[in-house]
């Protein structure tokens, strides 16, 4: 199967669904963060290529363009119960940026989180620290409850 890079997607979420599948196997085996950006093209998304600065615990997703509505990276293979979860780093950086993050852990779940400055003013009394959204659960870990909220 080639790569999906430069495909169109109807949905941010579809892109990085897709960058995430891609990488996260090797990311896994090699035990290094990797990490791109998700742009919109013409009414679509796409994703960029994912580079690593091989290790386990950062990643640069690369130069921001003015297309770009956020950010997907991988938390290694160590498989530690951290690496299921977006850091503090993680959530400070898509805020600041004010862009989409998402993250595909070791046990291959992808996880969103969306700053509260780009939630729609109804939800950001409910969701102050912003929002996370499991969209894709490979395995059920029952020790680690994301809710939507942080």
């Keep these: 199967m080639g790569s999906k890079v430069g495909a169109a ?3 941010a979420d ?7 599948e891609e990488i996260n196997p090797t990311s896994i085996k090699n035990k290094w963060e990797y990490a791109g950006r998700i742009h919109t093209r013409s009414g679509h998304f796409d994703f960029t290529r994912a580079t690593t600065i ?5 990643s640069e997703a690369g130069p921001r363009v003015p297309t770009n509505v956020g950010t997907y990276h991988t938390h290694a293979g160590a498989f530690a119960s951290t690496d299921e979860e977006f850091s503090p ?3 400070l950086k898509a805020t600041l940026g004010k862009e989409l993050a998402y993250l595909g852990t070791p046990y291959q779940r992808i996880v969103k989180y969306t700053p509260v400055n780009l939630l729609p003013p109804a939800l950001q009394g409910s969701y102050p620290l912003g929002r996370l959204d499991v969209l894709k659960n490979v395995y059920v870990l029952p020790e680690i409850t994301i809710v939507g909220r942080v």
């Design 14 to 20: 579809a892109a990085a669904i897709a960058a995430i």
């Design 54 to 58: 091989r290790n386990p615990n950062l």
């Design 9 to 11: 997607f109807s949905t």
């Design 89 to 91: 780093d993680d959530k």
